[in-house]
């Protein structure tokens, strides 16, 4: 890690492996999928230390406080000693109980299924 006073929030946003690329965090920002300070900036926004950060992904939502800069991306491990996590928020979207399933059926109801064609072929002596 390096000691920086400031660096780029898109730059610090893929060194700490919350996007994969440095590209996919820009179009985060730009989506407002991140705040920082309770603000929504803008790629170029220079990050410092004891800054606070929103950040909503697809499969989860985090609040974190950054400890230490770096515009190197490196190991898990080591991204994982940039930043102080405050909560953590698991996105589970489950289907509601009165929506049906896509592809299931219950038994008897539609169309038979190739088995229960077949069946009925045998016992018809088609």
């Known amino acids: 890690m390096t000691n920086l006073e400031k660096v780029r929030l898109d730059k610090w946003l893929w060194a700490a492996r919350f996007f994969k690329t440095r590209g996919l965090a820009s179009e985060a920002l730009k989506g407002g999928k991140v705040e920082l300070n309770a603000s929504k900036p803008k790629a170029s926004k220079m ?17 974190i406080t950054v400890v230490q800069l770096s515009d190197k991306r490196g190991s898990a491990e080591q991204a994982q000693t940039l930043y102080r996590l405050k909560s953590e928020v698991l996105i ?5 109980d009165n929506q049906a399933l896509v592809g299931f059926r219950e038994k008897g109801k539609g169309r038979p299924t190739k088995r229960e ?3 009925l072929s045998d016992w018809l002596g088609n």
């Open 92 to 96: 589970q979207n489950k289907n509601p």
């Open 47 to 63: 990050l410092a230390i004891g800054d606070e950060l929103k950040i909503t992904q697809a499969h989860r939502k985090v609040e």
């Open 117 to 119: 064609r077949r069946q």
